[in-house]
């Protein structure tokens, strides 16, 4: 079992949030996280990337404790839905400050950036970047010292069709690598032929885990969308 | 339209309140209020001149009774001899002293903290009218001014400037850019990498430390004042410790802030205080006995003995001590907020 979460919950002053939620995911899966605006998507990745303190329950990625965050951020890459870059610096400014702290070589870099089709862009700032390129330096950095668990929150937001075709072909291709992959999204036709699993969570609840067809033959899809 | 600008002001007055901006407006005058008050009190007794005279010293007995009538204008404190009045003239608690001059027989050397200051003017200005009513004559009783601080008028100036630079940075400069890394989750960013909390702490007070050395070498370049190498090295010590406390204090105004707006407007809120009363201090003797209380005045007494009077670091090791100390509880302030990601 690759990442266990445990009774973990977090709720805000308007009551909303995550309600004690319980689940596993092994190795090599690729999971989809829906639900509405609100639903606390976002609040559970917030927590699993110890973005936020969680009031209660526990999480361990590889039998290591949230709480060893310096160990834990080799094993967690974390995506989140407005890329937090420095945004008056480089492209490669960005990704070899992030290869620094992690203490990666810099050829990792010059990997990174044709990885992603990067290498034209890597002295534009990134403040002029578009949204799309932005998300794929994004991307890139949370890579930078290979974690096997990767999270994405809602990483087609605000992207066009295009460019969000170009996201689910990269999320697959880093699937395919081998990473385990769990990514919020609340449009769950987009993720039909993605994901290996689906997770569904409701004002705070975890109301539906379990495989694709078995989500979309469920009336909870309907209760949920329709 | 004008309602659409009535609603749009309405709307800005709003974001105003959210930011704390407002806060900014009503504190300003509360501040200036409140000092004012203490500077200009009523109580009339802070005004009267405070003149120091030697018990053993030959007074012209028309001069001291005079002096004593006067008693609206002068305070006369009595000393057994020169030191214990330059003492008291140093520790601020007095204006002037009269001695015997050395270079005249009969008139007198007037010591002064510094030469140039309103109250030597007024001494000289006060003295000279009573003789001229005593005695009728222009040639004045006080035939020399000594002043104890040696230093020219800019001289006198840099420890309010140094002061102003290590405030700056410390509440105005590293709030906001603690803050925007907050807003733009970029500290968040940064804490996906195996650093630790403690080293980015430490990285913005070095930051701010930096910043405040390069602005104290490039005003000294511009400048050119003189140390010797004591002077030199105790002005560096407090510079560092300074530089060390408003950093941390800087760092930890920053985290209590969610915004860059409200982290100005914060900063602001504890800039002017540390400032004004420590770099006005010397024109009141209320400010005098407020600003010790303040946390800028460990820095600002010291550094201003140390500049302008000769004294050396080792003359104040409780306000080192203090200003490192009150560094240190900021910056473990500022780690248990991020511990606990405050406000991010």
């Known amino acids: 079992m690759q990442l266990e979460v445990l009774q973990l919950s977090k709720v805000y002053k308007e009551k909303r949030g995550l309600q004690a939620t319980r689940f596993s995911v092994e190795k090599g899966e690729l999971i989809a ?31 290591i404790d949230l709480n060893n965050r310096r160990t834990l951020v080799a094993k967690i890459g974390f995506v989140p839905e407005t890329p937090n870059l420095f945004d008056f610096f480089s492209v490669e400014y960005n990704l070899a400050l992030f290869a620094r702290l992690f203490q990666v070589p810099s050829a990792r870099v010059e990997e990174t950036l044709s990885e992603f089709n990067l290498v034209p862009f890597r002295h534009a700032k990134v403040q002029e970047l578009s949204k799309g390129l932005k998300q794929r330096v994004s991307i890139g950095r949370s890579l930078l010292a290979d974690p ?10 605000g992207l066009d069709f295009e460019m969000t075709k170009e996201i689910y072909v990269l999320l697959r291709k880093i699937h395919a690598s081998g990473k385990t992959i769990l990514f919020t999204s609340h449009r769950p036709e987009e993720i039909k032929s993605l994901a290996t699993r689906i997770m569904v969570l409701h004002q705070g609840a975890l109301v539906f885990d379990g495989t694709p067809v078995d989500y979309f033959k469920s009336d909870i899809h309907q209760n949920l969308y329709s | 339209m004008i309602r659409r600008i009535a609603v ?4 800005d007055l709003a974001i105003a309140f959210k930011n704390k901006t407002l806060y900014l407006i009503l504190f300003v005058p509360l ?6 008050k203490v500077v200009d009190g009523a109580d009339t007794g802070a005004q009267k001149i405070k003149i120091g005279l030697l018990e053993k010293a030959p007074y012209p007995r028309a001069m001291i009774h005079r002096l004593q009538l006067a008693d609206s204008v002068f305070a006369i404190d009595w000393f057994a ?23 005249a027989a009969g008139r007198f050397a007037l010591i002064v903290l510094t030469k140039t200051s309103l109250q030597t003017i007024a001494i000289v200005e006060s003295v000279a009218e009573l003789q001229r009513v005593l005695e009728g004559k222009d040639k004045s009783w006080i035939a020399e001014i000594q002043p104890l601080q040696e230093s020219e008028l800019q001289m006198q100036m840099l420890p309010t400037w140094i002061l102003m630079l290590v405030l700056l940075v410390g509440f105005i400069v590293l709030p906001a850019q603690v803050a925007e890394e907050k807003e733009k989750k970029l500290l968040l960013g940064l804490l996906q990498t195996p650093i630790r909390e403690l080293e980015w702490l430490l990285a913005k007070v070095c930051l701010g430390m930096f910043l405040i050395g390069i602005a104290a070498l490039f005003l000294q370049l511009l400048a050119q004042f003189d140390f010797d190498a004591v002077g030199g090295w105790s002005y560096f010590a407090f510079l560092v410790v300074g530089g060390f406390c408003f950093s941390a204090l800087g760092v930890l105004v920053g985290f209590l802030c969610r915004t860059q707006a409200s982290a100005r407007v914060l900063g602001v809120l504890f ?20 600003a010790p209380l303040i946390p800028s005045y460990p820095f600002y007494g010291p550094t201003k003995a140390i500049l302008l009077e000769g004294a050396n670091v080792s003359d ?7 200003l490192f100390g009150i560094g240190v509880v900021a910056i473990f302030m500022s780690h248990r907020l991020m511990k606990k990601r405050w406000l991010m």
Request: glycine share 8%.
């Open chain 1, 33 to 63: 996280v829906v639900g509405h605006n609100g639903a606390g998507k976002s609040t559970l990745f917030k927590m699993l990337a110890g973005w936020l303190i969680p009031d209660h329950g526990t999480v361990r990625v590889d039998g």
């Open chain 1, 148 to 157: 096997p668990l990767l999270l994405f929150d809602e990483p087609t937001s």
């Open chain 2, 8 to 11: 749009l002001t309405l709307n």
């Open chain 2, 31 to 36: 501040f200036v209020f409140l000092t004012l």
């Open chain 2, 81 to 103: 001899n020169e030191e214990a009045g330059k003492r008291w003239l140093k520790d601020k608690s007095g204006d002037g002293m009269l001695i015997p001059s050395d270079k």
């Open chain 2, 271 to 290: 800039y002017l205080p540390h400032l004004l009363p420590s770099a006005l201090a010397d024109f009141s003797q209320k400010l005098n006995t407020v």
């Open chain 2, 316 to 322: 104040f090791p409780l306000q080192w001590v203090s």
